[in-house]
């Protein structure tokens, strides 16, 4: 299904992101991976997601709190791969703290790396989105996008910036054939969120499954962790024919998280 485009996906060596870069390899897209650490094994997992398809991986290393590295790496796109028909703003993190204890340094990453690296990104692959009057753009916002969480400040404004942020985009393109739209996970069991459990079970004097189960009851009430692969469908299914007018929703993939 989508054969011949390319999709990059930021903070894809890890969790969601290489999720969801291997369900659109699963459907023969290009994938240009992103992120820090270990490089081989998130490639091979993608090209293994590949099956039968000829797909062409590639990898840049960009740091999505420099812009100078984001335009670099949308500069490879263009020049290895033609340019970004789906683009995935995945890389994010996490820090938590009362807003008095806040470190600023800690705010200014959260806010450049998830929110303001997708306007860099964005802004860089929309013209040629609209040259080919095709082209995704899947912003990986949270339920944090939709409600708040107390320690959470620098995130939640982030996640509900990028909300805002996809709405807008989705308004400017809405007549051609772009769209924008926003994916809000509940819990999924990630590093990012292993963090959050071990800093529970330290803190609760608990073990770590009891950490777990405290986690996805105070907040999920399914009690279960949503998946990468479950995220990756939705990307896949944003990318189809049927989603060719779904334009500037924040989708709550969540357990119920929201609709309490
Ligand atoms: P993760 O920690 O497993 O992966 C984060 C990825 O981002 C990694 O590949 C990492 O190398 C990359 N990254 C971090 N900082 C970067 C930077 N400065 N430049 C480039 N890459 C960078 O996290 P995850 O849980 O897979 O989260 C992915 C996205 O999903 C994030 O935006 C997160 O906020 C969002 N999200 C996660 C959950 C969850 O429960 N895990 C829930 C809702 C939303």
């Known amino acids: 299904m989508l054969n011949g485009k390319t999709a990059l996906v930021t903070g894809s060596t890890s969790g969601i992101g290489l999720g969801i870069a291997c369900q659109l390899a699963a459907q023969g897209a290009n994938i240009i991976l992103n992120g820090f650490g270990d490089v081989d094994a998130p490639k091979a997992e993608v090209l293994a997601a590949a099956k039968a398809h000829a797909i062409k991986v590639g990898y840049h290393g ?4 420099k812009p100078a590295e984001i335009e ?4 490879y796109a263009a020049a290895d791969f033609g340019g970004v028909d789906i683009l995935v703003n995945n890389a994010g993190i996490q820090f938590v703290a009362n807003v008095e204890d806040f470190p600023p340094e800690k705010w200014d990453a959260i806010i450049a790396i998830n929110l303001s690296s997708a306007f860099h990104t964005t802004r860089l692959a929309i013209p040629s989105m609209r040259a080919k009057n095709w082209g995704r753009v899947i912003n990986l916002a949270s339920a944090h996008g939709l409600v708040a969480s107390a320690g959470k400040s620098a995130y939640v404004a982030a996640k509900h910036g990028l909300v805002g942020f996809t709405k807008s985009v989705a308004l400017e ?6 769209t924008a739209n926003a994916i809000c996970p509940g819990w999924v069991l990630t590093p990012l969120v292993q963090k959050q459990i071990d800093a529970r079970a330290e803190r609760e004097g608990i073990t770590v499954e009891e950490a777990q189960k405290g986690l996805l009851g105070e907040k999920q009430p399914s009690l279960q962790f949503v998946t990468p692969q479950q995220l990756g469908d939705l990307a896949v299914f944003l990318c189809s024919p049927a989603a060719d007018n779904i334009r500037g929703v924040a989708w709550n993939v969540d357990g119920g998280w929201v609709a309490q």
């Open 62 to 65: 960009a740091d999505m709190s």
């Open 72 to 75: 670099a790496m949308m500069a």
């Open 173 to 178: 393109t809405a007549t051609t054939g772009v």
